[in-house]
């Protein structure tokens, strides 16, 4: 079977820019027609050179109706230009912000279908650059110098077509420099070491941002031990990275390009020395010196194109590169979607015999995180999971709603494997409740709402009453319309818990999974957040990932996991009496709740002592 050859570099920014054919090609010819009526105003200078010229003897014999025609001529045009040319731009903006608009939408639906390995694998600041920065760039490509590459081709074509028309020798000693400049500036940009250095300059860029999202999140720690950005060595490391290659790239690039300027701005020492040696030879000498100082007037503006060309071409091997970063996060594999998808008609939880391991750097193995795991979690019971660190208990919440694929065995919802459920069907099965809530810059309402527009501000204000958080909210100065984080309020972490009890209250899923909502909350929050937990359980399938062992002594069955295997199972009361892991792990549960600061002894018992 014959593949299709991707296509890479200007050929693919061309099929991106291909969403809007016809709009960019409307900018394109516009811009065409500004670059041809540019040349107005040359044309005008020679007619009016040639006229003045024919009658230098005597100036009062000049055509005044000829020069004034020409001269308005010349001014006409350059407006006409100038309208076009704003014209053109409107158009190509246009086309780019809608490609971009579409292009980030199918990134982030992208992103969203990948497994949690790509995300915990790849850095936030690798995933923004291609986000914002790299798309950013194919609008500079498509709004400006996609325009800018029809008029500076054009434009020159067409002074070298005009020149080549009025006299051929003039054109070619114009034609020489050109050529071998462009000869010059593809040998530099399109060799294999420029293009080299390019792609090590974008993972430089990279590395250096996500170095630095990793220093701006780490801020508290970087106050507290006094860490400055020479001392965060992968900072400064990362910043010194970039500024090498970014050396790197200005010390390949210099001696061709001064070179290429240089010769490109000598036009007029190629042109000069042959109208000269021409001007002997030529049998009327008048009419050739008009087309020599016509020659010599257009010919310093021919750089200007070029040199545009030349700063374009710089510009899209950095874009090309950072489409080719775009094309490389789609080809991403998603998880796959089921061909036909099938809904649970009941909601019990159940493993059979699931092996797991998290693929490590470059995708090589690393140990099992689960081994065999089988347990069912019945409809309307809670199940808790317990365990040491590191022991598999985040690693079963997290393939319920198939953030990864299990390695062997299955995972199945009311008899049917998780894998033959559609992932949006799976998502409204499935509910959690994390220690770490992450709460959007937006208002209260939309944290509770999550982006679902059908929900009215009644349920909103029903799920945060039942949460036990609406008496906090009513008490901000916009109640629900407070905005949280960046330029808002910030919430506490037990008034956090709470709001997320309540999204998860609004979604109403019938499977819930709950990772300590109440590990880190005072006493006063606590006892909030567990009421409100006890609203959201029933009728429920709920798994609970426990750190608090009294907060699960009533569940229906517990599993306790060490090194990835179920060690024991069972009822509180049933573990304890089985004198295994769960049992030393409650005793030590009680004597860390028993602990408390000694006393200081008093100087009177110390005398004594």
């Known amino acids: 079977m014959r593949t299709t050859k991707k296509k890479t570099g200007i050929a693919r920014l ?28 040359f044309l005008s200078a020679y007619h009016i050179l040639r006229e003045l010229l024919r009658h230098a003897a005597d100036p009062s014999a000049n055509d005044v109706n000829l020069l004034l025609f020409w001269a308005i001529a010349a001014f006409v045009a350059l407006l006409a230009a100038l309208a076009l040319l704003y014209a053109s731009a409107i158009a190509s903006h246009y086309a780019a912000f809608d490609i971009l608009y579409n292009l980030r939408i199918r990134l982030a639906q992208h992103l969203a279908a990948l497994p949690m390995g790509f995300h915990t694998r790849e850095s936030i600041g690798t995933i923004r650059k291609t986000l914002e920065v790299n798309v950013e760039k194919i609008e500079s490509f498509i709004a400006h110098q996609l325009p800018d590459l029809a008029g500076a081709v054009s434009l020159p074509l067409l002074m070298l077509a005009g020149m080549f028309v009025l006299d051929w020798r003039l054109a070619l000693a114009c034609t020489l420099p050109i050529v071998a400049a462009f000869v010059m500036q593809a040998m530099v940009f399109q060799g294999q070491k420029a293009r080299e250095h390019t792609r090590q300059y974008h993972d430089a860029l990279e590395k250096m941002n996500a ?23 992968g900072f400064h490391a990362a ?43 030529e049998p009327d000498p008048s009419s050739f010196a008009v087309t020599l100082l016509l ?31 775009i094309d490389a ?31 490590g750097a470059d995708d090589v193995a690393a140990p099992e995180a689960l081994a065999g795991v089988s347990f069912v979690a019945e409809e309307n019971t809670v199940t808790a999971l317990v365990g040491p660190s590191g022991s598999g208990k985040s690693t079963i919440a ?21 894998r033959e459920i559609g992932t949006a069907q799976l998502m409204d099965t499935v509910s959690f409740v994390f220690q770490d809530v992450h709460l959007f810059h937006d208002t209260i309402e939309e944290n509770i709402r999550m982006g679902r527009p059908d929900i009215g501000r009644e349920q909103v204000v029903a799920a945060a009453k039942a949460a036990r958080c609406h008496e906090f909210i009513s008490a901000l100065p916009d109640g629900y ?36 909502a109440t590990a880190f909350a005072d006493p006063e929050n606590e006892a909030l957040i567990q009421q409100g937990i006890n609203s959201l359980i029933k009728g429920k399938t709920v798994l609970v990932i426990a ?18 295997r179920i060690a024991e199972r069972g009822r509180h009361e049933e573990l304890l009496a089985a004198q295994g892991l769960y049992r030393r792990m409650w005793e030590a549960y009680t004597d860390a709740e028993a602990w408390h600061l000694p006393a200081k002894e008093s100087d009177a018992i110390k005398e004594a002592a």
């Open 398 to 418: 997290n393939l319920i709603p198939r953030f990864w694929d299990v390695g062997s065995g299955a995972i199945r919802i009311g008899g049917v494997d998780i």
């Open 329 to 359: 996060l789609f080809a991403m594999v998603p998880l796959a979607e089921p061909a036909r998808p099938t809904v649970p008609r009941t909601h019990a939880v159940a493993f059979d015999a699931v092996h797991f391991s998290y693929a």
């Open 239 to 281: 910043i010194e990275g970039y500024r090498e290659q970014a050396e790197q790239i200005s010390r390949t690039y210099k001696h061709p390009y001064t070179l290429f300027f240089v010769i490109l701005s000598s036009i007029l020492a190629f042109v000069l020395p042959t109208g000269l040696y021409l001007l002997g030879s």
């Open 295 to 325: 020659f010599l007037v257009m010919a310093p503006g021919l750089p200007m194109p070029v040199l545009k060309l030349l700063n374009i071409g710089g510009n899209l091997r950095m874009i090309a590169e950072g489409v080719e970063r």
């Open 211 to 233: 170095a630095g999202v990793e220093y701006v999140r780490g801020m508290p720690a970087v106050k507290v031990f006094g860490i400055t950005v020479r001392s965060f060595l």
């Open 547 to 564: 750190h608090r062992l009294a907060s699960i002594r009533e569940a229906d069955q517990i599993l306790v996991m060490d090194r990835g």
């Open 14 to 41: 061309l099929e991106i820019a291909d969403a809007k054919r016809r709009l960019l090609m409307l900018a394109c010819c516009l811009a065409i027609v500004s670059s041809l009526l540019m040349l107005t105003p």
């Open 481 to 516: 319309a407070t905005r949280i984080g960046e330029g808002g309020t910030y919430l506490s972490g037990g008034e956090g818990q709470r709001l997320a009890i309540a999204r998860a209250l609004l979604k109403n899923a019938p499977i819930l999974v709950l990772d300590e």
